[in-house]
């Protein structure tokens, strides 16, 4: 069965930078080859997803955070990451990872704060 943790959550002010990453563990074979994404759930809102990438490396962005994002994976670690830089207040969330669609169980998330 595959589970996923996120990690690197955290405080942050507006305009700073978190990386977090996620762990991908029970099946190398999925994680390679299928794509990969970062969801969040802001506070009073349905999960969104935020970030996908491709088995190939390709990315995808929903608009917010287009140019302040940035999505990348390790096939080696099978893990997934995402830069996030110029945070915002609306950043703020729980966020998660999972494959795209979404398949597996989710995992706990972690928390992002940001204050203005």
């Known amino acids: 069965q595959v589970q996923l943790v996120e990690s690197g959550g955290g405080l942050v002010q507006a305009g700073g930078s978190l990386r977090l990453s996620c762990a991908v563990s029970?099946?190398?074979?999925?994680?390679?080859?299928?794509?990969m994404g970062w969801y969040r759930r802001a506070p009073g809102k349905q999960r969104e997803l935020v970030a996908t990438?491709?088995?190939?490396?390709?990315?995808n962005y929903t608009d917010s955070v287009k140019g302040r994002f940035t999505i990348s994976r390790d096939n080696t670690k099978n893990t997934v990451y995402l830069q996030m830089n110029s945070l915002k207040s609306e950043d703020t969330g729980i966020y998660y990872c999972?494959?795209?669609?979404?398949?597996?169980?989710w995992g706990q998330g972690t928390q992002v704060a940001v204050s203005s």
């Open positions: 029970g099946s190398s074979f999925r994680f390679r080859f299928n794509s």
């Open positions: 999972n494959f795209v669609p979404s398949f597996a169980s």
């Open positions: 990438i491709g088995y190939s490396g390709s990315t």
